[in-house]
C-alpha cells in the first residue's frame, strides 16, 4: 500500500530504534494524570464557585465532550505528521491550559477553561498509543497494553490521592497548578524521544473510505463500545463518588483516596503473572467479563451506606478495570492496519470522551442522587455486556484469524 506523501512510515521502527520503554510509559502516565487528578475535585471545586448540581454535570463532561472532537482529529494528524509533534504540541499546550484553572473566579469561566483543557488534551492519548503500538514489534502485544495500562493505574492511584491530600492543604487551584507543570515536563521529555521517520517523495496513496471501513470492523466496534461504556462508568464514579462520600459525612480526602484503590487493584493485576491472561484469552471476551466486573461494583456503591462497602466497591471496580482496558486497547491495534492506527486510536478516545461526557451530562440533567446513578450505570453495563455475550455467541468465526495490523 502506497503511503501519502508526507506521512510518516511505521514500518521504519525496529526493535532497538525507540525510546526507551520507561520513557514512553511515563508519558502515558502524565498524559492521564490530568484526566484522574481532576476527579476528586472537579465538582466541588465547582461548587464552591457557585455551580447549580445541573451545571456541576455539565462542567465536568465539558472535558470529554471537547476531548470527543479532538480525539478523532488527534489520529488524523497522527497518522500525517507522526505521534512525536503531535505529542510535543499537545503537552504544551494543555500545560499552559491547566495553569488557567487557578485564576478561575466563577463557573462559566470554569466551564470555558475545563472545554479547553479537553481540547488540548484530547490530542495527546491517541498519539501515544500509537507511538507504542507502531514501536511494539512483540507479539505479545497483550502484555504490552497491560503494562501500558499499569500507566493508567498508576495515574489512577496517585491522581485522585495527590489531589485530595493538596487541595485538602492547600485548595484545589494548587493542585491544577502542579499538574499544569508536570505537562510542560512531559513536552520537554517527549523532545527525547525518536522520530519515525516521514517518507516523502512517493506516490500519494489513496486513503478515501478509511474511516468507514474502521467503523465496519467488529473488532474496533467491540474497541469502541467497551471505551464507551467503561467510560461512562467512570464519568459517573467521578461526578457521583464525591457526592456519595459527603452525604455519608466521611471526610473529603476519602473520595480520592477511594478512586486510587481501584488503580492499586488493577496495577497489581498488570503487573503480576496474571497480566498472562490477556495473551492465553481472547480480548473479545475478557471485555463483557470485565463489564460485568465493574455493573457490580456500581451496585455495591449504590447500596453503600458506610466506608466499608465503597471500599468494597472500588476494589471489585479495580479488577473489572484490569480486565477491559488492556483488552479494548489491545483490540485496537489487533484490527487496524499501521497506516490508519492512528485514526483508530483517535475514533478509540472519541468513543471514551462520548461515554465521560454522556455519563456526566445525563446524570445532572436528571439530577439523580448518587443511589439512582450507581444503579443506572449498573443496568447499562449489564446490557452492553448481555448484548456484547450476545453478538460473540452468534458470530464464533469472528475470533477466528481477523487480525489485520501486523504487528
Known sequence: MATPAGQYRPNNI???????????????????????????????????LGASTGLIGFIVGAYSLSNLFNNFFSGYFVDHKGPKQVMLYGFLVNGVI??????????????????????????????????????????????????SGAAVGLSAIGGPAFAGIVSAKSGSETVYFIIGCLMIFACVLTALLKSIERQKDVVRGNNKGKIQELFKNKGLLFAFLGALSLSASQGILAYMLPLKVDGLELANHISGMLMSIFGIVAILFFMLPTNRVFD????EWLLPIGLVIIAVAQAVAGFAFNFTFLLMSMLIYGIGFALIFPSMSSLVAKYSSQHIRGKAYGIFYAFYSLGSFLGTSITGAFSLTP???????????????????TILKRNSHFLANKEVSGY
Open 14 to 48: 525496529r526493535k532497538g530504534d525507540g525510546p526507551l520503554p520507561f520513557i514512553l510509559y511515563f508519558l502515558i502516565f502524565i498524559s492521564f494524570i490530568d484526566l484522574f487528578a481532576q476527579f476528586p475535585i472537579t465538582s466541588t471545586y465547582a461548587q464552591s
Open 280 to 283: 492465553r484469552f481472547h480480548n
Open 98 to 147: 491547566l495553569l488557567l484553572y487557578a485564576i478561575a473566579t466563577s463557573p462559566m469561566q470554569l466551564l470555558a477553561i475545563r472545554f479547553m483543557n479537553g481540547l488540548s488534551a484530547g490530542i495527546i492519548t491517541p498519539a501515544a498509543f500509537t507511538y507504542l503500538s507502531l514501536s511494539n514489534k512483540n507479539k505479545k502485544s497483550g502484555k504490552t497494553m497491560a503494562f
Open 371 to 389: 443511589t439512582g446513578a450507581f444503579f443506572s450505570a449498573a443496568v447499562f453495563l449489564l446490557v452492553m455486556s448481555i448484548g456484547s455475550f
